[in-house]
């Protein structure tokens, strides 16, 4: 009974530390532009999927798309009458620079199959550059409007995202080989290297993101417009610059999440919806607004999870997602409507 125990605990923090970084995705965008984004869950298919295309030899389809897009906007941006000369010459540069780099890492991941460092790579600037595109093209716009309009318009990318995985790789699931085979035995249980390459990074992940926020000058004023959005354009931060950096963090956080879970389960056009709302329940229990509490919802998740598929397997996700209505009872009790800042 021990042993069974001790592996679903090992089990839970592993399944924790994925939806730890659905959660701080969640929180890093929300903080900065107020979208609670229902499409975040679509950039762990696009980033386990791209990483799985990487990995067999094949192009990145992904990477055409948002390199198209990247020079779309960078002439409308150079079309500003606005701007001088000069200023114009740096956009086209800066653009150029990284529509090479997306191009660049899918071809390379293409010309090394089986890289998976260059794997990763491709994934994670691809996804994480259409982060910045999805903000551009559907928040920027509205960036105004109200949280329930900002909603609809995130129910609105999923919908196209969920579109996209199925158009570019279609319905087949990808299997995806592990970082590294086998494990080593911790008392009665059995832990794979997979599951502590999974731990390990997302930590170091959540770190080098505290690291970030803290010590860098563009984590602060990331910190600043969370803070005080107007506050933050009066000092001249460009929310709107902010807006996209948040944006890419988050797909470059929910697309390691997929690279990281792709091992265990087979890469899909369906995997990112459940993953996504798990991780939302998980950050739910912080407000969507702080990392340590979501940080403890990611492990009550897991665990739930955990021991829910060893009980009554087939209601496993129905537990975990029946969670947030305790927990959204609770941030009602100990913070009330009237007291909300947003």
Same mark, same amino acid.
């Given at each position: 009974?021990?042993?069974?125990?001790?592996?679903?605990?090992?089990?839970?923090?592993?399944?924790?530390?994925?939806?730890?970084?659905?959660?701080?995705?969640?929180?890093?965008?929300?903080?900065?532009?107020?979208?609670?984004?229902?499409?975040?869950?679509?950039?762990?298919?696009?980033?386990?999927?791209?990483?799985?295309?990487?990995?067999?030899?094949?192009?990145?389809?992904?990477?055409?798309?948002?390199?198209?897009?990247?020079?779309?906007?960078?002439?409308?941006?150079?079309?500003?009458?606005?701007?001088?000369?000069?200023?114009?010459?740096?956009?086209?540069?800066?653009?150029?620079?990284?529509?090479?780099?997306?191009?660049?890492?899918?071809? =390379?991941?293409?010309?090394?199959? %089986?890289?998976?460092? +260059? $794997?990763?790579? /491709?994934?994670?600037? !691809?996804? &994480?550059? *259409?982060?910045?595109?999805?903000?551009?093209?559907?928040?920027?716009?509205?960036?105004?409007?109200?949280?329930?309009?900002?909603?609809?318009?995130?129910?609105?990318?999923?919908?196209?995202?969920?579109?996209?995985?199925?158009?570019?790789?279609?319905?087949?699931?990808?299997?995806?080989?592990?970082?590294?085979?086998?494990?080593?035995?911790?008392?009665?249980?059995?832990?794979?290297?997979?599951?502590?390459?999974?731990?390990?990074?997302?930590?170091?992940?959540?770190?080098?993101?505290?690291?970030?926020?803290?010590?860098?000058?563009?984590?602060?004023?990331?910190?600043?417009?969370?803070?005080?959005?107007?506050?933050?354009?009066?000092?001249? =931060?460009?929310?709107?610059?902010? %807006?996209?950096?948040? +944006? $890419?963090?988050? /797909?470059?956080?929910? !697309?390691? &999440?997929? *690279?990281?879970?792709?091992?265990?389960?087979?890469?899909?056009?369906?995997?990112?919806?459940?993953?996504?709302?798990?991780?939302?329940?998980?950050?739910?229990?912080?407000?969507?607004?702080?990392?340590?509490?979501?940080?403890?919802?990611?492990?009550?998740?897991?665990?739930?999870?955990?021991?829910?598929?060893?009980?009554?397997?087939?209601?496993?996700?129905?537990?975990?997602?029946?969670?947030?209505?305790?927990?959204?009872?609770?941030?009602?009790?100990?913070?009330?409507?009237?007291?909300?800042?947003?």
């Amino acid at each position: 009974m021990l042993d069974t125990v001790l592996f679903l605990i090992s089990d839970g923090v592993t399944n924790g530390a994925v939806y730890g970084l659905l959660a701080l995705s969640l929180i890093v965008v929300y903080t900065v532009t107020r979208v609670v984004n229902i499409a975040q869950g679509e950039y762990v298919t696009l980033g386990a999927l791209s990483f799985a295309s990487a990995l067999s030899g094949s192009f990145n389809g992904l990477s055409t798309i948002v390199a198209g897009g990247l020079a779309a906007f960078a002439l409308k941006d150079v079309a500003d009458g606005r701007l001088n000369n000069g200023i114009r010459l740096r956009i086209l540069a800066s653009r150029a620079l990284w529509i090479s780099a997306v191009l660049a890492s899918a071809a =390379i991941a293409n010309f090394l199959p %089986g890289s998976y460092w +260059f $794997a990763v790579l /491709a994934a994670l600037v !691809a996804t &994480s550059s *259409l982060g910045t595109l999805t903000y551009r093209l559907t928040v920027e716009p509205v960036s105004g409007a109200s949280s329930i309009v900002l909603l609809i318009v995130s129910v609105g990318v999923y919908m196209v995202l969920h579109g996209v995985a199925v158009v570019i790789w279609g319905a087949e699931p990808r299997s995806v080989p592990p970082v590294v085979d086998g494990g080593f035995a911790l008392g009665p249980v059995f832990v794979t290297y997979q599951s502590l390459w999974i731990c390990l990074s997302s930590v170091a992940a959540m770190v080098g993101l505290y690291l970030f926020s803290e010590r860098t000058l563009i984590g602060q004023a990331l910190q600043a417009t969370a803070v005080n959005r107007t506050g933050a354009q009066l000092c001249g =931060i460009p929310v709107g610059v902010a %807006g996209q950096l948040s +944006f $890419a963090i988050g /797909a470059g956080f929910s !697309a390691l &999440s997929g *690279l990281l879970l792709a091992p265990l389960i087979t890469a899909n056009y369906d995997m990112g919806l459940p993953i996504g709302l798990k991780g939302f329940v998980a950050a739910a229990l912080g407000g969507i607004v702080e990392y340590p509490t979501a940080l403890v919802g990611v492990l009550l998740v897991g665990l739930t999870e955990s021991f829910s598929a060893y009980q009554a397997s087939a209601y496993r996700d129905v537990v975990v997602y029946l969670m947030v209505i305790p927990i959204l009872l609770w941030r009602n009790a100990a913070r009330p409507p009237e007291t909300h800042g947003h």
